[in-house]
């Protein structure tokens, strides 16, 4: 049976920043082959293929909320694999070997974490499960 | 190979859809 691949429309234009990614111009149509956890996803753009970030990208029908996992206050425990800083107010600064608690897994791989007091954004490509419940 | 994924976070979404998501 043929294989149907979601399409999604880009929302603003994205300049690739290594060679496998895709450019994409707002208003294109993309069919999305894979979706990784860490919100890169492979796309096919015809005659492009390559990886392109979720977050420049939206479903043709229905709400991606429907795709993604309700919040977890309860919170998982992963740890950090590698040191961030943050760039943006709403994203966490953490050093590498930090357990911290998951309690949102965005599409667009920056999940929402705790660690303590502080709640923020951090990249779900620097995180490893431990596969504790806290 | 053309699948590896690239070893950077992805951008974060456009200010805009930040915006309506908050």
Not at chain 1, 51 to 78: I, K, Q, R, T, V
Request: aromatic residues 10%; glycine residues 6%.
């Amino acid at each position: 049976a043929p294989i149907i691949l979601d399409s999604y429309r880009v929302i603003a234009d994205y300049r690739k920043t290594s060679k496998y990614e895709i450019d994409l111009c707002t208003g294109d149509l993309v069919e999305i082959v894979e979706k990784k956890p860490n919100g890169w996803w492979f796309c096919q753009c015809e005659p492009k293929r390559g990886w392109a970030p979720a977050s420049y990208l939206e479903p043709l029908d229905g709400p991606e909320e429907s795709e993604e996992a309700d919040p977890d206050y309860a919170g998982e425990l992963y740890i950090t694999t590698k040191a961030y800083s943050a760039a943006l107010d709403d994203e966490l600064t953490l050093e590498e070997g930090e357990t911290i608690e998951v309690i949102h897994k965005l599409l667009d791989g920056w999940w929402v974490v705790r660690k303590g007091e502080e709640t923020g954004h951090f990249p779900s490509m620097f995180l490893n499960r431990t596969g504790e419940k806290k | 190979s053309i699948n590896r994924p690239p070893q950077n976070p992805p951008p974060r979404p456009p200010a805009e859809m930040r915006r309506k998501r908050a």
